[in-house]
């Protein structure tokens, strides 16, 4: 899941050595932190939060064949 995250997080934005994503798991859920430079947020999140809703859609859908919980958060 981390790697699905980093992928779709670094073809969004302009510089793509600034995302840092980062995970840490609390029972059965896998919380997902995606770090990046603070001029490529909008491209992350999106207008209204759509990109940001679309990843986290992906993210669980591929989450389900492992029975996992996934939080994707975009951090500033």
Not at 42 to 61: D, L
């Amino acid at each position: 899941m981390v790697e699905l995250v980093e992928t779709i997080a670094k073809e969004l934005v302009e510089n793509p050595d600034a995302v840092v994503v980062t995970h840490r798991e609390e029972g059965n859920t896998l919380i997902i932190e995606v770090k990046a430079d603070p001029n490529d947020l909008g491209r992350i999140i999106g207008k209204e939060g759509r990109i940001a809703k679309a990843i986290r859609t992906v993210v669980k859908a591929a989450a389900i064949k492992d029975g996992v919980k996934v939080v994707v958060d975009i951090m500033q």
